[in-house]
């Protein structure tokens, strides 16, 4: 069951075409790894799946219906409110956890439960300590952000995103920002979402996450798909050069 | 609009307008070189270590910074001539109100930006043998100008609109004489409008460049 | 040698406290109208619609720009001939000042808008909170601990700025101390007690804004990532 699927996708920033026609289709239960070099785009790509940037041109599909309109000249336009509601079912989690600051850290995962889906403060409570203890933190409920070590943050944030049980997470490189030793229990969570079925895009650098994780990889080069298959293709037997390259530089002090 | 807008009257008055801008300006001058020179005095008191310096500095300070301009000015016009045996005109008590205000308020800005100046600096200029003087004036304060202009000039523009209160003592300036020529035609509107256009047409650019200083800094830091 | 006389200034202290009690008044009002005022300034000054950011910037700018005290006689004079109503100093000056203090204010919430970083936004508009939702309840309560240090500052400024109405015969404390000062004959007396008078309650008032500040720099857990 086809999820989200993208069509021609560009992305256009100022004089530069950082997306160059994507297409991609997500079916339910898909795990898929978004690989490539800096300035590949694949930020760009993630953040244009939940409109965090509008795209140029190029369709977005959402459960099957086309998101936007098409203007007279051509240029596809998009209404706030149907963003909003897109952003809705579909959650991110960001490399710098953007966890609010001025909240805790239950406060943090009850906010959209209360704003946006207007749920009973003891409601959203018990939703969002049922999310907390899922990611492990359960005991730092009344934390504040600025209280909590990089990896709680990020499993905040997870939970956060889950509270609104999106159809599809974004994971915008999770783990890059994190000292090497927090990293670990960050992708333990997400593992763990992956076993329950849960459909998830994650831009990585963790290669060896994405082999046993993720059931599709993508490798994204100059803004378009360079190769996409299953992480034992792509990872292990490349068939493109630049795939190949990338792959060695990742590899290089590997022991 | 009910009443019948009339600026012609306010042009026929354009000597009049001249003597106040004549007047604002020469207060302006007088205000911005002693009130930012006399600031840079006193910042250096405040910023010394000798207590002799740092706390008739510091008193002034805070005196200078808490107390209405227009009441120091009034204090001038009014009280002062009382223990002095010479009259004070209404120019020298808005320049004394005005400039110690703005020392005030620049000897603050003098000692934020020369605080700002890493150790390192005082440290090179020692260790090459110059006096603490000698280090202030080459080294360090240079370099602290540059960071404190955006301030200095937002000082500038606070002195030019100052100068209005030069008014309540019937000093000639430009608002003064906006209230001559209300008065005498009866045409507050566009007296009094023609003054606010004059002073935004004079403020502007000295605004804008204060906002280009500042885009400058940060782009540097 | 002069011979200082501050009887016939305590004699006098009622109109004193009076003027006092005035200037408090004119500066409270100022305030709470300036700080709503300019909120609403600096939203429209943010917005990308047009017919909103730029009269609101226009607004900013020319109240930025020229003297208070010919704003104050603007409206004290010229607003009732044009809009032909009454104006009592009082009005002109509450008028005057909450729109004066209002466009410092707008400057001082656009900064603290701006300086929250775009991730806050962007995670916020993640979760779905439209907008409005994450100025109102993301944005702007991390913006305002930031602002009020320069909050405090005008608020001061505020106070001093309200001395002016004492031009327009607003009956503040600057005001009576000019009028006793003409009864009794003793302006040295009384124009240095006005001043003190003057000092004290700002100068408290600028050191509870310094405590507080201080507070708040401590208490640090908005610190952001």
């Known amino acids: 069951m086809t999820i989200l699927k993208a069509a021609g996708l560009v992305k256009r920033f100022g004089a530069v075409d950082v997306l160059r026609g994507i297409d991609l289709e997500v079916q339910r239960g898909e795990r898929i790894a978004i690989l490539g070099a800096s300035g590949s785009g694949k930020s760009t790509l993630l ?5 965090m940037e509008l795209p140029t041109a190029g369709r977005i599909e959402l459960n099957r219906r086309i998101l936007g309109s098409e203007r007279r000249d051509g240029q596809r336009v998009y209404r706030e409110s149907e963003l909003t509601g897109v952003r809705q079912r579909v959650g991110m989690v960001f490399q710098q956890f953007n966890l609010f600051p001025h909240m805790t850290a239950i406060g943090n995962v009850m906010e959209g439960l209360r704003t946006v889906r ?3 403060r003891a409601e959203a409570r018990a939703r969002a300590e049922k999310e907390l203890a899922r990611v492990g933190l359960a005991d730092k409920a009344d934390a504040y952000p600025a209280h909590l070590s990089g990896g709680q943050k990020q499993r905040v944030a997870i939970a956060r995103a889950l509270a609104m049980d999106p159809e599809l997470l974004l994971f915008d490189e999770p783990t890059s920002a994190l000292d090497p030793e927090l990293v670990g229990e960050v992708l333990n969570v997400i593992r763990a979402l992956a076993e329950e079925g849960r459909t998830m895009l994650l831009v990585t650098h963790e290669l060896g996450f994405a082999y046993h994780v993720a059931t599709r990889v993508i490798f994204l080069s100059g803004g378009t798909i360079l190769e996409d298959g299953p992480p034992d293709e792509v990872l292990k037997n490349p068939r493109q050069d630049r795939t190949r390259a990338f792959l060695a530089s990742h590899r290089q002090f590997s022991f | 609009m009910a009443a019948h807008w009339d600026f012609a009257s306010v042009f026929a008055n354009t000597d009049a307008l001249l003597a106040g801008l004549a007047g604002t300006l020469r207060l302006f001058a007088i205000c ?17 270590h000798n207590r002799w310096l740092y706390v008739p500095a510091t008193i002034f300070v805070e005196f200078f910074r808490n107390t209405p301009v227009l009441v120091q000015i009034l204090w001038f016009y009014f009280a002062l001539p009382i223990l002095l045996p010479f009259e004070i005109s209404p120019l020298a008590a808005a320049s004394l109100g005005i400039s110690l205000n703005s020392a005030a308020f620049s000897a603050e800005i003098y000692r934020g930006g020369i605080q700002s100046i890493e150790r390192g600096q005082w440290d090179g200029a020692r260790a090459i043998g110059m006096r603490w003087g000698q280090a202030m004036r080459r080294i360090i304060l240079p370099q602290a100008l540059k960071r404190m202009l955006p301030a200095l000039t937002n000082r500038a523009i606070e002195i030019f609109k ?3 209160l030069a008014s309540a003592v019937a000093y000639v300036e430009l608002l003064q004489q906006g209230k001559l020529i209300a008065s005498l035609n009866f045409n507050p509107i566009e007296a009094y409008t023609a003054i606010a256009v004059i002073f935004f047409v004079l403020l502007w650019p000295l605004v804008q460049f204060t906002y280009l200083l500042e885009r400058r800094l940060k782009r540097d830091e | ?6 009887a016939p200034v305590l004699a006098n202290a009622s109109l004193l406290a009076e003027g006092l ?3 408090l008044k004119v500066t409270g009002v100022a305030l709470a109208c300036g700080l709503v005022l300019g909120l609403a300034l600096a939203l429209f000054r943010l917005s990308p619609r047009r017919w909103l950011s730029w009269p609101a910037g226009l607004v900013i700018e020319v109240f930025r720009t020229t003297p208070p005290l010919v704003q104050l006689f603007w409206f004290f004079f010229a607003l009732p001939l044009i809009a032909g109503i009454e104006m009592t100093p009082f009005l002109a000056a509450c008028v005057t000042f909450s729109i004066q203090s209002a466009a410092f204010f707008a400057e001082v ?3 603290g808008i701006v300086s929250v970083e775009r991730g806050q936004w962007e995670a916020a508009l993640a979760i779905g909170l439209t907008r409005r939702q994450t100025l109102g309840r993301i944005v702007l309560p991390q913006a305002v601990k930031r602002m009020i240090p320069a909050f405090l500052e005008r608020a001061i400024e505020l106070m001093k700025t309200t001395t002016l109405v004492a031009t327009i015969a607003y009956a503040d404390l600057l005001f ?5 000062a003409q009864k009794t004959f003793r302006p040295l007396e009384t124009f240095t007690v006005a001043a003190l008078i003057y000092f004290a309650v700002i100068y408290v008032f600028s050191l509870l804004g310094r405590g507080l500040e201080r507070r708040l720099a401590v208490s640090g857990e908005s610190t952001v990532h």
């Open chain 2, 32 to 48: 911005l070189v002693l009130g930012l020179g006399l600031g840079l005095v006193v910042g250096l008191a405040r910023y010394a």
């Open chain 3, 1 to 6: 040698m002069y011979r200082w006389d501050f």
């Open chain 3, 21 to 23: 009690l005035n200037t």
């Open chain 3, 109 to 111: 919430f656009r900064a």
């Open chain 1, 118 to 120: 207007r749920k009973s």
């Open chain 3, 176 to 180: 009576e101390a000019s009028d006793i």
């Open chain 2, 162 to 164: 100052m100068s209005t």
């Open chain 1, 47 to 51: 953040r244009c799946l939940n409109f």
